[in-house]
């Protein structure tokens, strides 16, 4: 069986494949209570063909695409270069170990989008294209000089958050929601050295009740 294949997009002709992959993946993700227009508006304002022709021109942005053998595109990645705009992981990166001076580089980047379509995720493709994308995106990071990843996932993603914790992610010390990792260590081992504290999860019907209520907090990892 062939062994999927990541590249880096460049030809902004491919977005509209990218585009489709994006559309069919995301509501998959989304959280029970997510409205149905509420995924709509999202897909159309961030996940467009015409997006992914921006994303692909941006110098500050990479977009990776795993495919088959056949050259189908079966996921994608959005690497997001530079300072975090977001006020959590800006807090959350400057408090790990050698943070303030990799954001002073400007080495860091997030994962903003990753995600393979579902009838290839690992349980039903033995070739892994997930595990694939994770270990590209983690190599294109380094290669582009960052020495912090990090992501954000809604915390009712319990599938999600299982692949990154299996992707070696652990939790940042100052931080019960958030997770990470040092540039360095290898990217499949699993979970060792993942440390678990009070408050770090809560329990399911406890996530789902706080749902109910308001829009769930993301939960942040550093790679």
């Known amino acids: 069986m062939n062994s999927p294949i990541v590249e880096t997009v460049t030809d902004p002709a491919e ?7 994006a559309a069919t993946t995301f509501p998959l993700a989304c959280p029970p209570h997510s409205k149905p227009e509420d995924i709509a508006a999202h897909i159309e304002n961030l996940l467009s063909p015409q997006r992914f022709v921006d994303y692909i021109a ?10 088959d053998g056949a050259g189908a595109v079966l996921g ?9 705009d977001n006020d959590d992981a800006l807090a959350a990166v400057e408090s790990a170990d050698g943070g303030a001076e990799a954001l002073r580089a400007g080495a860091v980047a997030e994962v903003s989008k990753m995600y393979v379509l579902p009838d290839h995720h690992a349980s039903r493709n ?4 997930a595990h694939a994308l994770m270990r590209a995106c ?6 582009h000089g960052a020495e912090y990843i990090w992501l954000g996932v809604n915390e009712l993603n319990e599938r999600a958050q299982k692949y ?7 939790p940042d010390r100052n931080q019960d929601v958030r997770y990470e990792r040092r540039r360095g260590t290898r990217p499949c081992d699993g979970s060792e050295g993942l440390s678990r504290r009070t408050g770090a999860y809560a329990s399911a019907s406890a996530k789902r009740e706080r749902a109910s209520r308001r829009e769930v907090a993301r939960r942040y990892f550093l790679r």
Do not use: S
């Open 138 to 143: 983690i190599d294109a990071a380094h290669d």
């Open 76 to 84: 994608y990645a959005l690497l997001v270069y530079g300072r975090p």
């Open 126 to 129: 033995e070739t892994r294209p």
């Open 58 to 67: 941006d110098p500050a942005k990479q977009v990776l695409v795993v495919r």
């Open 15 to 21: 977005a509209a494949a990218v585009a489709e992959v």
């Open 164 to 170: 990154y914790r299996k992707n070696g992610l652990r």
